[in-house]
Structure formats: structure tokens, C-alpha cells
Nanobody, 126 residues
Framework: QVQLVESGGEMVQAGGSLRLSCAASDLRFRWLAMGWFRQAPGKEREFVAAISRSGFKLDYVDSVKGRFSISRDNAKNTVFLQMNALKPEDTAVYYC???????????????????WGQGTQVTVSS
């Protein structure tokens, strides 16, 4: 079982930036596609961004394109989500997820992910 631990969530003003990190417990990380999802109060969890196991393929939900950037450091077993130009509607609990894929691609579907972190709260004030 790969354990994922998120960090970096906090309260920030609109227009600000945050960098979320997700550390994996073991070397299987480098074989996993990694994703970030978020869940706002009263809403379903939604896809935010994903990166393939190679790191060469990325995907984002339209609402964060141009503002968020996902990256990974396989030497540190860590995936990052750089969030810029934050908006109040970005307020949510952000979850890191890892999944095994047959091909090298960034999944956007929850069911493609096996391992999940506990989440980190991001609050953007207006």
C-alpha cells in the first residue's frame, strides 16, 4: 500500500499563490501516474490536474489552465501542484492520488486511481 501525504494547504488571499506537495511512502511512486482532485463544501470531488508516470504528459481541468501547474520529482517521491492567481472558487480540500496505468498518460477519472491522501485544506479569501 503506497501512502500519500499532502501538505502546503493554508488560507490565502485572492490573487495569491500556494504550492501543494504530496509525498509518497516508497519507490513505487515512480511507476504511478499522479493526480490532484479537490472537493468544495457541498460539492462532489472533481479532477484538477494529473501527470503521467514519465512526467511528460499533463492534463488540467479547464478552470485551472494557465494558473495551476503540476510537476513531479521522482528522486524525492513527491508530486507538486503550484497554484497561482488563486480565486475564492478554488477553496476546497485538495487530495493527491496515485494510480497504475498501462500506458503513459495522466488519468482524469477517480476510478483510475488506487491510492489517496487524506487531503489538505486550501481557503482563498476575497
Amino acid at each position: 500500500q503506497v501512502q500519500l501525504v499532502e501538505s502546503g494547504g493554508e488560507m490565502v488571499q485572492a490573487g495569491g499563490s500556494l504550492r501543494l506537495s504530496c509525498a509518497a511512502s516508497d519507490l513505487r511512486f515512480r511507476w504511478l501516474a499522479m493526480g490532484w482532485f479537490r472537493q468544495a463544501p457541498g460539492k462532489e470531488r472533481e479532477f484538477v490536474a494529473a501527470i503521467s508516470r514519465s512526467g511528460f504528459k499533463l492534463d488540467y481541468v479547464d478552470s485551472v489552465k494557465g494558473r495551476f501547474s503540476i510537476s513531479r520529482d521522482n528522486a524525492k517521491n513527491t508530486v507538486f501542484l503550484q497554484m497561482n492567481a488563486l480565486k475564492p472558487e478554488d477553496t476546497a480540500v485538495y487530495y493527491c492520488a496515485g494510480g497504475t496505468t498501462t500506458l503513459d498518460y495522466p488519468p482524469s477519472i477517480e476510478n483510475d486511481y488506487t491510492y489517496w491522501g487524506q487531503g489538505t485544506q486550501v481557503t482563498v479569501s476575497s
